[in-house]
């Protein structure tokens, strides 16, 4: 049952998720710093002026800042071999497009970092990781405009400089394909096409917007990609995609049909353009049909085709179905659209689990690019309690993640080149779509809530202990 020799266990976060210390250090304002906190049924606020009195979860998030030694120093008790995490853009360019970068900010990446490798841990840095500079966001509307690319490129030169030696692995934007959707614009791009306060889930949507972004985000991957080789021949670059894995609801070819073309936008087109270096037929069709025109510009296409990523890395949480009939609805959680499948059970939040569906992605993927791949996000939001006697027995995580941890090994035996396996939130942190604490994920309980109240203690969780077995035995031992 073993996974291959070398195989790299950890675990994944995000700057702007657990940090905290958001005006510390010469930090800027991001985008999700100027959210409010939500629930499971009630949206988080986007705030353009910061309201006096409001409970904004990113401006201290679990204090990751002043705490990181500490939280290291919990992953390598539990054997990580790779830690994934982000550098916030504003740490190193407080307004996104200053020429010199911040030193106050390159040096605190720079001892988490030393901090990792004191123990034997892999970096896997996302450059950017849903916390766009706010002020690029109310100067140009972020990626709708091209000159993002030059400043995401000047974020790209400092740190693969400054780094150079000590990190090898690198993914350019996370969950770029989440801009597919109405949700992604502000959340993956700082796209706000009306800068006022609303809630998270209202946005005024503009999808010409949207797809111009991504454009523009492709270009500076492919680019960065290209800058990466130059500065230090050993980097690899990786994409990062949602994995929104879909099934035809019926054998009703018009089901499958829907669903090849759910798939095609949602999974498939940005994964095509950053893996293959171009942008694939089948969209060709979906912008004339949504009148959506890329404005390109002359070298664009050969930009692409240069800069094609090192290897595929993705996040994987759940499945669902497409039909073609417009009279069934959407299930609870169902954000990425589509209807519930009734052979499968849903978390709380109404995310359905589907072990099976990662093995299937995983060939799927691996069949279409034939890149190594990484599943660098993965696991179960809940409702963690505290009990009596101090612990936290979270035997439904360990559930979750056994079973996806054994179809990862089917896939491994059906020949998929997996490489590492690093779940999300392999510490409590603040939700990225409802801005909540009370959606748990980690392996540490961070005492941390969604009133603002907590002294942020950490304390090891019954699914640390399972996951450290796991990692000694290379995924032999999953009991």
């Known amino acids: 049952m073993s996974f291959p020799k070398g195989f790299y266990w950890g675990g994944a976060t995000a700057a702007n998720q657990l940090e905290g210390g958001w005006q510390e250090g010469g930090k800027g304002i991001s985008c999700p710093d100027i959210c409010t906190g939500g629930t499971a049924t009630k949206s988080k606020r986007i705030t353009p002026v910061l309201e006096e009195g409001t409970f904004y979860p990113s401006h201290d998030a679990i204090d990751h800042y002043h705490r990181f030694k500490e939280d290291i120093a919990l992953f390598a008790e539990m054997g990580f071999k790779m830690y994934r995490f982000s550098i916030a853009w504003t740490r190193i360019f407080p307004n996104g497009d200053e020429d010199k970068p911040n030193e106050a900010g390159l040096k605190f990446y720079e001892e988490l970092i030393d901090e990792c490798l004191k123990y034997g841990i892999e970096p896997l840095i996302t450059i950017s990781h849903y916390e766009v500079p706010f002020n690029l966001t109310k100067k140009w509307n972020s990626w709708v405009d ?22 090898k692995y690198w993914l350019t934007f996370n969950e770029i394909n989440s801009a597919t959707t109405a949700m992604g614009a502000f959340l993956g791009q700082g796209i706000l096409n009306e800068i006022k306060e609303m809630e998270f889930m209202d946005q005024v949507d503009v999808p010409q917007n949207r797809f111009q972004g991504l454009h523009h985000q492709f270009v500076a991957s492919a680019l960065a990609v290209k800058m990466a080789h130059e500065i230090d021949p050993n980097y690899q670059v990786g994409c990062m995609q949602i994995m929104a894995t879909s099934y035809g609801l019926t054998c009703n070819p018009d089901d499958q049909i829907e669903n090849q073309q759910k798939n095609h936008l949602m999974n498939w087109f940005c994964s095509d353009v950053q893996c293959r270096g171009k942008y694939p037929n089948y969209i060709k069709r979906y912008f004339k049909e949504n009148n959506i025109e890329i404005k390109m510009e002359e070298g664009d296409e050969e930009i692409l085709a240069t800069g094609p990523v090192d290897f595929y890395t993705c996040s994987y949480y759940m499945s669902n179905c497409q039909t073609a009939d417009k009279t069934k609805e959407g299930g609870k ?14 978390s709380d939040w109404g995310w359905q689990i589907d072990p099976v569906g990662l093995r299937y992605s995983l060939n799927e993927i691996y069949d279409r690019y034939q890149l190594p791949i990484f599943v660098v996000e993965n696991g179960l939001g809940a409702y963690d309690t505290i009990d009596e006697d101090g612990k936290v027995r979270d035997s439904y995580r360990i559930d979750y993640l056994r079973s996806h941890i054994e179809q990862m090994h089917e896939a491994v035996l059906d020949g998929v080149d997996l490489r590492g396996y690093t779940p999300w939130g392999c510490i409590d942190l603040v939700s990225a779509s409802t801005g909540e604490m009370a959606k748990r994920y980690g392996f540490i309980f961070v005492e941390r809530y969604d009133d603002g109240t907590g002294d942020f203690a950490r304390r090891r969780k019954e699914s640390f202990y399972w996951y450290k077995k796991v990692i000694e035995t290379n995924g032999e031992d999953l009991k």
Request: net charge positive; charged share 20%; hydrophobic share 35%.
């Open 146 to 167: 091209r000159r993002m690319i030059d400043c995401y490129l000047n974020f790209c030169r400092a740190i693969f400089t400054r780094y150079k030696g000590k990190v």
């Open 333 to 346: 959680g169902n954000i990425l659209g589509g209807v519930p499948n009734p052979y499968l059970k849903a």
